[in-house]
DNA sequence: CTGAAAGCGCTTACAG
DNA sequence: CTGAAAGCGCTTACAG
């Protein structure tokens, strides 16, 4: 009588037996090739899922290698980026997790191609990967679904595929807020200078600044909405050069970033204008930068240590094979107000 | 004939044959097994090294587990901290080199000892390890030395061992390039506001300072020169504050970094002084913080990313053997005019 | 796309 | 203490 051996450790054997394959095929499951039908590849996946397997160097891995998390930035230049690296790097510290970073810098995918990248990670045992506002491709973020390795992506350029998880925070609701703010204040004319276009969190800061505008009757001016721009300094710069030109200049400006924010404070100050007196300026991130501006930055702070820290904490809980209540995670924005803005000029 | 087939990766089967004995009793010594005679486990030992066996396992560790450089940071909160990183991250991008960031916070050893650091470090095959800015103790560094290693440290607290690779710039000739520029555009009392004291490159900020003076005969005002604050904001914040008490404003300052002269600008401003119309106002470090502030901050510049790079660099040499020129590289620094500094009010 | 067959590198069990 | 033999787990090459 053939007992279930269920103490032994599963070898690619008895995967094979269990899925009602060959040994071969789950060896190239294993190894991530793609000469194997996808719905074989299922039924593989799911035997090795149930069964636990894992390979010899994995089992080394996990036996006596620290837990070791990838994350993926495209820049480290802005402080949006530096401050969710932070959150990150704190949580870990407490953690016992190492974590190595990389910049793509231009080219997400430059020198080592995805399965490669996928396949590596899975040798050396990787715990997962964490992907910073960069814009992963479904294809990309597919090779590592396919090794079951946990992703989870920062604010994304793109939206992710619905079965990664995600981080954000409000950015509808922070739109409409900072929005609102400057309504309060008084405000009339407001302008929106948008970071990237197509990016899912400037169209859900840009749409709640429309909400925020609509539901008090005043009316959309779409010369005032400046987009095409990226999160930076220079877009601020480019985008007040661009609102000068108009016949009637704002007396607000919401910029979808500190770093805009300050790019408009720095133009607006070669060109004779006060903040806040001749114009109210609100940016986005809450950012140690905008805070030691000059007038402060009033902002709508993201709790961006707390978005690092939180997408560490999901992507460990993936890696203990957890189930996750949610695929996507956002946290409260706020507006935080300091010297920026003020009511408009008589 | 039995040719040498030397660019075959040596097994146990080849390694067996070399030192006249069977595969299993090679695999006995390699699994450090004790039903071995002595003399044949010399043997085996002596074949084993000549042949450069390796494990599988060890194999493919070594064979495409990528290059893993440890960084370690005290906090990832400044501008100078950032760029330096960034430095580093890039260089690693091209160099297929992955790099392990971890933040000490304020306890440099906190969690893992440093002979476990280290021990952990050779288990996993790290290539080596860059300290940033961290007070890294003799004790700790002399635990990695032990196990060969390689360190490299830029801008440390204390002096690092003579032995130990150090990267940082040119801070005595920067301070006394600084100070020379205020000098030059008139000024004659002028502050210097330093961070950490006993910090090697404060001191050297602040005896290029004193050398400048002393080269054009004014004279050094000690309560001129403040001292005990850190490289941060506040710093500056507190300086000026200082500054104010006296009975005679200075009508420039030096600031010992970028950040520390934010604060004086900022402090400056919430006092009703320009910059640079009533205070000229120099930093140090050249970070695109100090470029975006209003005004621009005029600043001696240390090529941080270039010392990130170098420090890399320096250590990838280390880790493949070999010998470096020096312990000690020093790149340029350079004064970067912009809009802080100009001539004394009449 | 799949798997029978061959093979690789290592280990185990045990006869001597 | 040693090693021939058997065996394990995985991969490769290739026929279908």
Redesign the pocket.
């Known amino acids: 009588m053939a007992t279930n051996t269920r103490h032994d450790k599963p070898?690619?054997?008895t995967v094979a037996r269990q899925a009602g394959?060959?040994?071969?095929?789950v060896?190239?499951v294993?190894?991530g090739r793609?000469?194997?039908?996808?719905?074989?590849r299922a039924r593989v996946l799911a035997a090795l899922e149930q069964a636990g397997y894992q390979?010899?160097l994995q089992r080394r891995s996990a036996a006596e290698a620290a837990t070791v998390v990838e994350v993926v930035i495209d820049f480290l230049d802005s402080a949006y980026t530096v401050e969710v690296l932070n959150g990150i790097l704190r949580f870990a510290a407490g953690a016992d997790v190492e974590i190595l970073v990389s910049v793509t810098g231009q080219a997400p995918s430059s020198g080592i191609s995805p399965e490669g990248r996928a396949q590596r990670m899975l040798d050396e045992g990787r715990a997962g990967m964490i992907v910073v506002t960069s814009a992963f491709s479904e294809a990309q973020l597919h090779a590592f679904r396919r090794r079951q390795i946990p992703v989870v992506v920062i604010d994304p350029l793109n939206p992710p595929p619905a079965d990664v998880v995600s981080v954000g925070a409000t950015n509808w609701a922070g739109g409409k807020a900072a929005t609102e703010h400057l309504l309060a204040l008084g405000h009339r004319h407001i302008a929106y200078i948008g970071g990237i276009e197509r990016a899912e969190c400037n169209q859900a800061r840009l749409h709640g600044y429309m909400a925020a505008l609509m539901a008090q009757g005043v009316p959309i001016e779409p010369h005032y909405i400046i987009s095409g721009g990226r999160f930076r300094r220079d877009s601020g710069v480019a985008g007040f050069k661009a609102l000068l030109k108009l016949e009637q200049l704002p007396t607000a400006i919401f910029a979808g970033s500190d770093s805009i924010a300050l790019g408009v404070l720095s133009e607006a100050g070669r060109h004779g204008l006060r903040i806040p007196e001749d114009i109210s300026l609100i940016g986005f991130d809450g950012t140690s930068q905008g805070q030691e501006s000059v007038p402060a930055l009033t902002s709508v702070a993201q709790p961006l240590e707390e978005m690092g820290r939180a997408a560490l904490r999901s992507l460990l809980r993936q890696a203990r094979g957890e189930v996750l209540d949610s695929h996507r995670v956002e946290l409260a924005t706020q507006v935080i107000v300091r010297g920026s803005t003020a009511p408009p000029a008589a």
Do not use: M
């Open positions: 070898t690619l054997a394959v060959s040994a071969p095929t060896s190239k294993v190894n793609d000469d194997v039908a996808p719905e074989t390979s010899p």
